[in-house]
């Protein structure tokens, strides 16, 4: 039996990458923009319905993503920061997935959600080239009927469904208040988020929030969460009281994003699936 040892892209796919790292480190570092690296292992994760984290016994949990813990570093006193480096997510595999992969996440202080697209707007520009990064809601994504009709997940493929099918550069914003995860209300309108997508060529690549402060209405959205995960018959991690206390420390007003990596190099060298890009993916 011949076993296939070799990495699942070319030479060129490790350059690109490699160059890519460099780029984003400097776009960071001419905005002032901290550089950290926080722990891939930790003792809880998310509590998202979406989202299934990966245990590893008596340890935690791979991490989905950095948040909670780049929060904990904004709450004792850190500047705007960002990290670079991999994220775990159970059973997600496929041409856009894979179980393991690199994230870019970023928290600019003193910044809101329309701050922050304006600079993810520059990001792309510099990676992608020009082009306009245009804007749409979310109840304009899916239709107002749908909004109002469809189950949760018949909302969600709706979204997924609509988002496949935008070509060119697509903010998506002004999220239904129920799916405002760790963003808070609108001021101007407490029923949608102050929450965004980006998408380029039908890829979700960015999703960002001015970040809620607030740790009562974060553990009570926490709280719900879990609620919802034991309905559906999924593991019910416990809340993250670190993350918690940060919050009540006081997280500094501040707008955060993260955005798949891979994806991102993905659409700069015309890839069709992550597998071009990634050495050794799963599978």
């Known amino acids: 039996?011949?076993?296939?040892?070799?990495?699942?892209?070319?030479?060129?796919?490790?350059?690109?990458?490699?160059?890519?790292?460099?780029?984003?480190?400097?776009?960071?570092?001419?905005?002032?923009?901290?550089?950290?690296?926080?722990?891939?292992?930790?003792?809880?994760?998310?509590?998202?319905?979406?989202?299934?984290?990966?245990?590893?016994?008596?340890?935690?949990?791979?991490?989905?993503?950095?948040?909670?813990?780049?929060?904990?570093?904004?709450?004792?006193?850190?500047?705007?920061?960002?990290?670079?480096?991999?994220?775990?997510?159970?059973?997600?595999?496929?041409?856009?997935?894979?179980?393991?992969?690199?994230?870019?996440?970023?928290?600019?202080?003193?910044?809101?959600?329309?701050?922050?697209?304006?600079?993810?707007?520059?990001?792309?520009?510099?990676?992608?080239?020009?082009?306009?990064?245009?804007?749409?809601?979310?109840?304009?994504?899916?239709?107002?009927?749908?909004?109002?009709?469809l189950t949760a997940d018949e909302l969600d493929l709706r979204f997924s469904e609509a988002c496949d099918a935008l070509s060119g550069r697509w903010f998506i914003t002004r999220y239904p208040a129920d799916q405002a995860a760790l963003a808070r209300l609108c001021p101007d309108d407490p029923a949608v988020a102050a929450r965004f997508e980006l998408v380029v060529d039908g890829v979700e690549l960015a999703n960002g929030y001015w970040e809620l402060t607030d740790p009562e209405e974060q553990r009570r959205r926490f709280a719900a969460d879990v609620e919802a995960r034991r309905v559906h018959g999924l593991v019910e991690p416990t809340i993250d009281e670190k993350f918690i206390g940060a919050l009540e420390a006081g997280l500094p007003d501040c707008a955060g994003v993260a955005l798949g990596f891979d994806r991102l190099l993905m659409l700069a060298v015309g890839a069709e699936r992550l597998s071009d890009v990634l050495p050794f993916p799963v599978g």
């Open 1 to 149: 039996m011949s076993i296939r040892w070799r990495p699942s892209c070319d030479l060129a796919a490790l350059e690109a990458r490699a160059r890519l790292l460099s780029d984003l480190r400097a776009f960071f570092a001419e905005r002032g923009v901290l550089e950290v690296q926080t722990a891939a292992l930790a003792e809880h994760t998310v509590t998202d319905l979406h989202i299934e984290s990966m245990a590893v016994g008596g340890h935690g949990y791979l991490q989905t993503s950095p948040e909670y813990q780049l929060k904990r570093l904004l709450a004792a006193g850190a500047p705007s920061l960002y990290q670079i480096g991999p994220v775990f997510r159970a059973g997600e595999t496929g041409r856009l997935h894979n179980p393991e992969f690199t994230l870019l996440e970023w928290y600019r202080l003193g910044f809101d959600d329309q701050a922050l697209m304006a600079e993810v707007e520059a990001l792309i520009e510099r990676v992608l080239g020009p082009g306009q990064c245009r804007r749409i809601t979310y109840a304009e994504l899916v239709g107002d009927e749908a909004l109002a009709s």
